[in-house]
């Protein structure tokens, strides 16, 4: 017996057969092989799983991102909209505020019936022909306190005489371009 080795047998940790050299026995190992790929099928399932939902999720936050920023850039037009139409009323109104004032130094000037021979309404305010009836009256008060006499008192008679003629023909002329119309 002394060359002879012996060799052990050994048992299935698993079923408790023998197994020859290992510790588990053929079928064992045919079921742990088994599960063991069952379990990297289900890992990779899952990473596939979580990678899909991560693509996704930046695939929203980029939606996202860019309905944010389509949104933000209509609410900067819709401000620079609405800051133009200010702007423009504003000048609108500059230019309707400062129009009768202009039209009232020159319903002073303009000469009246007497000098030119025949009476234009629109003339004697200073007005065009297609002003509305708001800017006329504007036009009619503001000529009207230059024309004040309490202003021209201190004058002699001819230019009280002139000032009480020229607002004369600027009540004649709004009463035709405003009250008779």
Do not use: W
Not at 40 to 62: G, M, W, Y
Not at 106 to 132: H, I, M, Q, S, W
Request: charged share 40%.
């Amino acid at each position: 017996m002394l060359g002879m080795t012996s060799r052990r047998l050994n048992r299935c940790r698993n079923c408790g057969s023998d197994s020859g050299v290992s510790d588990l026995c053929g079928s064992c190992r045919r079921a742990a092989a088994d599960a063991a790929r069952e379990q990297a099928a289900v890992r990779l399932q899952r990473e596939r799983a979580r990678d899909e939902e991560e693509r996704r999720n930046r695939e929203r936050e980029a939606d996202l991102r860019n309905r944010v920023a389509r949104e933000a850039e209509e609410a900067r037009r819709r401000q620079e909209e609405l800051a133009r139409r200010i702007e423009a009323e504003q000048a609108q109104k500059r230019r309707h505020v400062e129009q009768p004032d202009r039209v009232a130094t020159a319903a002073t000037t303009v000469p009246d019936a007497a000098d030119n021979g025949a009476f234009d309404p629109y003339k004697v305010l200073g007005v065009p022909r297609e002003v509305c009836k708001e800017l006329i009256s504007i036009a009619y008060h503001q000529a009207k306190k230059r024309l004040d006499p309490t202003l021209v008192e201190h004058l002699g008679d001819e230019a009280q005489a002139h000032f009480r003629a020229k607002a004369e023909a600027l009540d004649r002329a709004y009463e035709m371009l405003v009250l008779f119309r």
